[in-house]
């Protein structure tokens, strides 16, 4: 027979067996401001250069380094020149292309994005309505009149020449300005440029739309407003 002392022994050995479980337990659940123990390390400890931390490899001892000139990061080669140019061959894109995952226009969710971004960099000389009368030019004009600078006025969309621009024209000119324009393609996106293009189309409907424009079973309510 087994001694008497042996069932306690192994009844206190199994509880003792079961605390390194509880204890990993807790500590999963539980928080702390201490470094958590770590003993398989992989790379969390490795020695490295932390940002703005001197480095002596470096002529400039600089641990933080610039990007290499001509990089292009993964998925920012900008391949479809009618997207990210507005060029089709020689020619200007006519209309807004899709996207480069091949997603048609959202032109609602399109025009909201647009009608904001135009809001913030472009009405202040363009004019809300696209008729180059906005807060800069009142202020710049009155300056020019009292001999005080020099002013060209802002473009005017609903002139002839500018209805008859294609989409990818008005792109290149956000992108890259023109005349006395400066250029917004390093603060606009590419999408919100698009979307811009889009509202001022909108603008330049809205201000020369024909009864052909209007739906069917609201032509009478349109005629009657005309006559009032």
Known sequence: MMPRWIYPLCACLAVCALVPFALIARARESLSTRTRIQI??????????LPQAPNPV??????????????VARGDLEEDERYYKGIEGKSWVK?????????????RQMLNRGQERFG??????????GYGDGQVDARATELAAAGE???TRPSNYHEEKYLSYDDGNFFNTITNGIRHMPPYG???P???RWAIVAYIRALQRSQHATLKDVPPDKV?????LLEE
Request: proline share 11%; glycine share 6%.
């Open 40 to 49: 398989i390390q992989d790379m969390c400890k490795q020695p490295k250069y």
């Open 58 to 71: 470096f002529a400039d001892g600089r641990a933080m380094r610039p990007a290499v000139e001509y990089a």
């Open 95 to 107: 209309k807004i292309p899709p996207s480069p995952d091949g997603q048609p226009p959202n032109y």
């Open 120 to 129: 913030i960099y472009c009405a202040s000389c363009h004019g809300l309505g």
């Open 149 to 151: 600078a020099a002013w």
């Open 186 to 188: 390093a603060q606009v």
């Open 190 to 192: 590419v999408a919100d």
């Open 220 to 224: 009478d309510e349109v005629k009657a």
